[in-house]
């Protein structure tokens, strides 16, 4: 069933790195989710991107703001994953959220793992505030592409079930997965 969305959905792209916010070098993974997003999904959105620091308050804060007052109804993070004191974005994200949806990180880390073994210090998780999910993706493209292709083909679904908006893919880059109706 091909629904048609009332207005377009709203998307935040969330870059968390002091480096990148303060300039010294260049955001490569927003963009890349900015593009992979462009390529995978089929229904009409508008992005809210956003580059801020690392540390616990300001994502927390930021996560809140998308949701709330931005009205996203779903948040891509990327960066603050591993284990470095100013990685904090599980931590901001759990803060920030009524509840956590742990397949989402236990199936990036374990295709992650298929390709290296450094990818057991990644701690994504993904987490619900009302009606938005917060998705948090690993620093590299590459990466952020292997994420995605893992967990996008329920995202869709898990978004309409928490009352966001309706999001759907292009089936021959990512099969959005759907129960069917009786």
């Known amino acids: 069933m091909t629904e048609t969305p009332a207005k377009p959905a709203k998307i935040g792209v969330l870059t968390i ?9 260049e955001d490569i993974s927003g963009p890349a989710i900015v593009e992979w997003l462009g390529k995978a999904l089929s229904t009409p959105y508008e992005l809210d991107v956003r580059i801020i620091p690392d540390g616990f ?12 007052t931005a009205g996203c109804s779903l ?19 759990l803060a920030a959220a009524h509840r956590e949806m742990p397949g989402f990180g236990e199936l990036m880390r374990m295709k992650s793992l298929e390709q290296t073994p450094t ?12 009606a ?30 928490i009352g966001g908006a309706w999001l759907d893919t292009h089936p021959d880059v990512i099969k959005t997965v759907r129960p069917a109706k009786k």
């Open 17 to 25: 790195s002091d480096r990148a916010s303060a300039g010294i070098y």
């Open 57 to 68: 308050e300001r994502v927390r804060d930021e996560l809140i703001d998308m949701a709330d």
């Open 75 to 93: 948040v891509l993070t990327t960066g603050g994953t591993g284990p470095a004191p100013r990685d904090l974005t599980p931590e901001a994200t």
């Open 119 to 130: 990818a057991i210090l990644s701690r994504q998780t993904a987490a619900h505030r009302g």
């Open 132 to 161: 938005c999910l917060f998705v948090n993706l690993p620093g590299s493209p590459r990466s952020i592409d292997l994420c995605l292709k893992a967990v996008f083909p329920a995202i869709p679904y898990c978004v309409e079930l």
